[in-house]
């Protein structure tokens, strides 16, 4: 009788064992699954986000290249209805979201007007001759020469490394020996390398304009430029820069986009810096595009 009670209990403990071993499994393969669910999801919104990205971007070429370059409250078609060109971020369709700004509108890092990047720097927090020293470190460091400039810096009386040559990309302003970060972080906002000689203030980012005219007058232009009522003559009105040689009222044919799209969890990226050609024939593509970025 002991014995059968004794092989009944050792049965008993068997079957809670395998009872346990399978729970543990099913709860493996039920986890498993719904990771490999989320997974697929994932993988499919990252399809989708791509697919919203690509239409959006060839959407917004094509429109770049057949309208004018105005926001038009009246116009049919959203795209032109919504868009800037001075980085105030707008929507195309559902999922995307666009940024797109004028290279115009920012300092030519190759060539920069000094006087403009000065004030840039002092507005925001540098000295006179603190601001002098990093726009005369970034002509040494883009020249061809091994002399320095008053403040300046180059490899012939200190043990650096220079470039001596043009800027390839703006991220090579972080290298700038002796600059504080945050008036690296600055210039690379505000500067371009793909100026053309012509200066189009009205697109400028805000914190450029603060170099160019009082922060009271900023501010009108700012709010002008959200509610579509900035205009080349009340630009020049407000800051008594009118257009001539080097500067020109209108966005120019040098842009950068960026597009955000998103579907769920999932989010895509892109940016592109490039130039339109409008009048391209079979010997010139219509779009140069000399960046793209994810």
Do not use: C
């Amino acid at each position: 009788m002991k014995l059968y009670k004794l092989e009944k209990g050792i049965a008993l403990i068997q079957v809670l064992v395998i009872v346990g071993i399978l729970s543990t499994l099913a709860l493996y393969l039920s986890t498993t699954a719904r990771s490999q669910i989320h997974i697929s999801q994932w993988a499919s919104d990252r399809t989708d986000a791509l697919i919203h990205l690509h239409s959006a971007e060839s959407e917004l070429l094509f429109n770049l290249l057949t309208k004018k370059k105005e926001k038009n409250f009246s116009e049919e078609n959203l795209i032109v209805r919504d868009w800037n060109f001075h980085a105030e971020p707008f929507r195309i369709g559902d999922n995307v979201q666009v940024k797109m700004q004028d290279q115009s509108a920012l300092i030519n890092a190759h060539f920069p007007n000094i006087e403009l990047m000065n004030k840039l720097l002092t507005f925001h927090g540098a000295s006179p001759s603190e601001a002098q020293q990093i726009v005369s470190t970034l002509l040494d460091w883009q020249d061809l020469d091994n002399i320095p400039r008053p403040n300046g810096r180059e490899a012939s009386n200190e043990n650096l490394a220079i470039r001596n040559g043009a800027l390839p990309d703006l991220s090579d302003i972080y290298l700038l020996p002796q600059v504080k970060p945050e008036y690296q972080e600055l210039l690379v906002r505000n500067s371009t390398l793909l100026g053309r000689g012509i200066f189009n203030p009205m697109n400028s980012p805000q914190e450029l304009l603060y170099a160019l005219a009082p922060k009271s007058v900023v501010q009108q232009i700012v709010q002008l430029r959200k509610e579509n009522r900035l205009s080349a003559k009340t630009f020049s009105g407000l800051t008594g820069i009118n257009e001539g040689e080097s500067v020109l009222l209108y966005p120019s044919n040098m842009l950068s986009i960026e597009l955000q799209a998103r579907v769920n969890e999932s989010l895509a990226r892109k940016r592109i810096l490039f130039e339109l050609v409008p009048h391209a024939d079979e010997h010139q593509t219509p779009i140069i595009k000399y960046a793209i970025s994810d």
